[in-house]
């Protein structure tokens, strides 16, 4: 079983739907970071949070600390948020990973 | 572009021969970390650096595997005696404590044939 377990695995939405992607661990972990990867392998930081909810744009992202869960929110999604989201866990042992989440959204 | 930098981009190699791969991470940042991902996985720890001291290994990273970074700066990636296991894209990034953000690069794609 991975430490860092996402769902879903795949996610098609319509344009302008609420998308959540959930993330749980099993591992301890001081922080929880989001990362969105591009076609052509770019990853891009998104968040890094240790407690609460953090937002960037239309990007909400949560953590429970004592459930070992976080969610990434995105509100009025548009195709260009299409791409695969991926957490990872971080405490004193380098980043693991989950498997990730492709997103589609549809025009 | 995140100010990380990894050349080349994509390496084509017959098995058996070696490659080295190279990441230019941030200028400031202390840790440099390589990650390895195959198609439909997500990264996988290979090693880190802080600064010129490569602090821990993956058993991941075989022996046919070693990385450097001399300087603290560049860091180099090098495998030997490739094998079609070790296609996949390979990822640097760096960051300027361990608990910061991390910055990636764009990747190396290699494919071993």
């Known amino acids: 079983k991975n430490e860092v377990e996402q769902s879903p695995q795949n996610l098609t939405a319509q344009e302008g739907e609420f998308i959540t992607i959930n993330c749980s661990y099993s591992?301890?972990?001081?922080?929880l970071h989001w990362l969105q990867q591009h076609p052509g392998g770019g990853i891009v930081s998104l968040f890094m949070l240790s407690s609460g909810k953090k937002k960037h744009g239309r990007l909400i992202a949560t953590i429970n600390i004592q459930e070992k869960h976080s969610s990434l929110h995105i509100t009025a999604s548009h195709p260009r948020d299409s791409a695969v989201y991926i957490c990872a866990g971080q405490g004193n042992t380098p980043l693991v990973f989950g498997k990730g989440t492709r997103l589609s959204v549809i025009a | 572009d995140t100010g990380v930098s990894q050349n080349p981009r994509h390496k084509i190699t017959k098995r058996g021969q070696n490659v080295t791969f190279r990441c230019d991470p941030i200028s400031e940042h202390n840790r440099l970390y390589w990650y390895r991902q195959t198609l439909g996985q997500g990264p996988e720890f290979l090693t880190y650096?802080?600064?010129?001291?490569?602090?821990?290994k993956s058993r991941l990273l075989s022996d046919r595997f070693s990385a450097e970074r001399p300087k603290g700066s560049f860091s180099t990636l090098e495998i030997q005696r490739t094998e079609q296991g070790d296609s996949a894209m390979y990822l640097c990034?760096?960051?300027?404590?361990?608990?910061?953000?991390?910055?990636f690069g764009p990747g190396t794609r290699l494919t071993v044939l």
């Open positions: 990034a760096s960051s300027l404590t361990w608990t910061d953000t991390q910055y």
């Open positions: 650096f802080q600064n010129e001291a490569q602090l821990e």
């Open positions: 591992v301890g972990i001081s922080a």
